[in-house]
């Protein structure tokens, strides 16, 4: 079976035959220098329980090139983004972290440093969530509350997608909103996601492009991903 087309361009499979370039730089011979531009979430958290949150951010910030006052400024910046900062939150150990918690400081190390790829194909994230169908009109009222501008791009047997304009939500927000869901009814799943490297690769092969068009482009980042 072949590799899944995101773990070629982060580098956790390297490619047998063919190129591919993110700014500019080959993912065959460049990963090092690759990794200091992208920002990667993945699905399953990985923490070091004995660290504190803000002690992760400092080693992934560093991976980041990030030093003295601008690292510490990230660190912050990153924490209050997912609602990390406040209440002594940043400075207890990871291990001691709700599940809800752990997949935010996952998000905060994933765009820590602020990540220089951008979306070429589209300025959207995708808001995902499964419930009863009998509330669909309750989901797409907090989507809604969240994003004036959503749109529904999918809906059935109570699994709904929005695409979200990416200037409208903050990740703390989304965080917020669903967590608040929660106590109100049921929530299966839930995911705030940027374009898909399918959704990419689509976009540029039906524009008559090579894979060198995913120079610049985002690579399938999963902001949240919640299966409580």
């Avoid at 090092?32 to 992934?60: A, K």
Wanted: net charge neutral; charged share 25%.
């Amino acid at each position: 079976m072949p590799p899944f087309l995101g773990e070629l361009m982060i580098g956790l499979t390297k490619p047998t035959l063919g190129a591919a370039y993110i700014e500019g730089m080959d993912i065959r011979t460049d990963m090092d220098r690759i990794y200091t531009c992208m920002g990667v979430c993945p699905q399953h958290d990985l923490h070091w329980d004995s660290l504190t949150g803000r002690e992760h951010l400092l080693f992934y910030g560093r991976l980041k090139n990030l030093k003295g006052d601008a690292l510490t400024q990230a660190v912050e910046e990153s924490l209050k983004e997912v609602n990390l900062f406040n209440g002594g939150v940043p400075d207890k150990q990871a291990g001691r972290y709700s599940g809800s918690m752990k997949q935010r400081l996952s998000v905060a190390i994933s765009l820590i440093g602020d990540p220089k790829l951008k979306a070429r194909y589209g300025g959207t994230n995708i808001f995902t969530m499964t419930t009863s169908s009998a509330l669909d009109e309750k989901v797409e009222n907090l989507v809604m509350g969240l994003s004036p501008n959503a749109k529904m791009i999918y809906s059935m047997s109570g699994t709904q997608k929005f695409n979200i304009p990416k200037n409208e939500v903050e990740i703390s927000d989304a965080f917020q909103a669903v967590e608040d869901a929660k106590r109100r009814y049921q929530v299966t799943a839930w995911g705030l996601t940027d374009t898909t490297m399918e959704d990419v690769f689509i976009n540029s092969h039906a524009r008559g492009s090579s894979l060198q068009l995913l120079d610049n482009a985002i690579v399938g980042r999963t902001v949240c991903r919640d299966l409580s």
